[in-house]
């Protein structure tokens, strides 16, 4: 009878240990990683670290009041990108974007004669909520949501005699991959969206105006992911 028992429970355990290999709870709080490709989380720590190279790209969009026909362009630009993320699970991740760029505003439309309006700096520090999904191996897709809160700062003016665009929150959406090499080491993917509508007021042919710029970019960017 004992043998019995004990049998019994190593069966149980040797197929206990073969489901847990082979399927994952999704969205569990405590889920650890067993598959085969796939270091556990205290192997490589619950905190990440990427560098990217990042391409901003605006929607060139707004307006300025009261001028009918009026609208607005950008510059897109290329800038380094840093993240710092943290793993509460394998599973859910909280990612904090850090970089800065520049923008240069052009009148269009009935205002296309003001040429470049000015320029502004901008600094859009994001936090996202990401789920990265975990049964591809070495292969990490990832979708996040979040909020940014975006600071415009060494506004410079061009046609205009005075420009200032006001700080603002949005949120913010994405979706991305590492493709891990290692434990440690990656290469990483990611496309965000941030909706980026920040209110002005200008000076121009002596006149106070105010206005709304419609941004909202697309962030691109790719780099080097390092788990630890």
Same mark, same amino acid.
């Given at each position: @009878?004992?043998?019995? &028992?004990?049998?019994? &429970?190593?069966?149980?355990?040797?197929?206990?240990?073969?489901?847990?290999?082979? @399927? *994952?709870?999704? @969205? %569990?709080?405590?889920?650890?990683?067993?598959?085969?490709?796939?270091?556990?989380?205290?192997?490589?720590?619950?905190?990440?670290?990427?560098?990217?190279? $990042?391409?901003?790209?605006?929607?060139?969009?707004?307006?300025?009041?009261?001028?009918?026909?009026?609208?607005?362009?950008?510059?897109?630009?290329?800038?380094?990108? $840093?993240?710092?993320?943290?793993?509460?699970?394998?599973? !859910?991740?909280?990612? !904090?974007?850090?970089?800065?760029?520049?923008?240069?505003?052009?009148?269009?439309?009935?205002?296309?004669?003001?040429?470049?309006?000015?320029?502004?700096?901008?600094?859009?520090?994001?936090?996202?909520? *990401?789920?990265?999904?975990?049964?591809?191996?070495?292969?990490?897709?990832?979708?996040?949501?979040?909020?940014?809160?975006?600071?415009?700062?060494?506004?410079?003016?061009?046609?205009?005699? %005075? $420009?200032?665009?006001?700080?603002?929150?949005?949120?913010?959406?994405?979706?991305?991959?590492?493709? @891990?090499?290692?434990?440690?080491?990656?290469?990483? !993917?990611?496309?965000?969206?941030?909706?980026?509508?920040?209110?002005?007021?200008?000076?121009?042919?002596?006149?106070?105006?105010?206005?709304? %710029?419609?941004?909202?970019? &697309? !962030?691109?960017?790719?780099?080097?992911?390092?788990?630890?």
């Amino acid at each position: @009878m004992v043998r019995n &028992w004990v049998g019994q &429970w190593r069966g149980i355990a040797v197929a206990a240990a073969i489901v847990a290999a082979g @399927m *994952q709870q999704a @969205m %569990a709080a405590d889920i650890q990683s067993v598959t085969q490709n796939e270091p556990p989380v205290a192997a490589s720590g619950p905190w990440q670290v990427r560098l990217r190279a $990042l391409g901003v790209i605006t929607d060139n969009k707004g307006n300025v009041n009261g001028i009918p026909g009026s609208d607005l362009s950008y510059s897109d630009t290329l800038t380094p990108e $840093l993240d710092i993320s943290y793993y509460f699970t394998n599973n !859910l991740a909280a990612e !904090l974007i850090l970089g800065t760029t520049y923008a240069n505003i052009y009148g269009e439309g009935t205002i296309s004669g003001l040429g470049k309006i000015g320029k502004v700096w901008v600094l859009p520090p994001t936090l996202t909520l *990401q789920y990265h999904f975990t049964d591809f191996g070495p292969f990490k897709p990832y979708v996040g949501a979040g909020v940014n809160y975006t600071i415009f700062y060494n506004q410079d003016t061009g046609s205009a005699e %005075a $420009l200032r665009v006001k700080n603002t929150f949005g949120g913010a959406v994405q979706v991305g991959f590492d493709y @891990m090499l290692d434990q440690h080491w990656g290469v990483n !993917l990611d496309v965000k969206k941030l909706f980026l509508e920040p209110k002005f007021d200008v000076t121009a042919g002596g006149t106070n105006l105010t206005g709304k %710029a419609k941004l909202n970019p &697309w !962030l691109i960017g790719t780099g080097v992911t390092y788990r630890f």
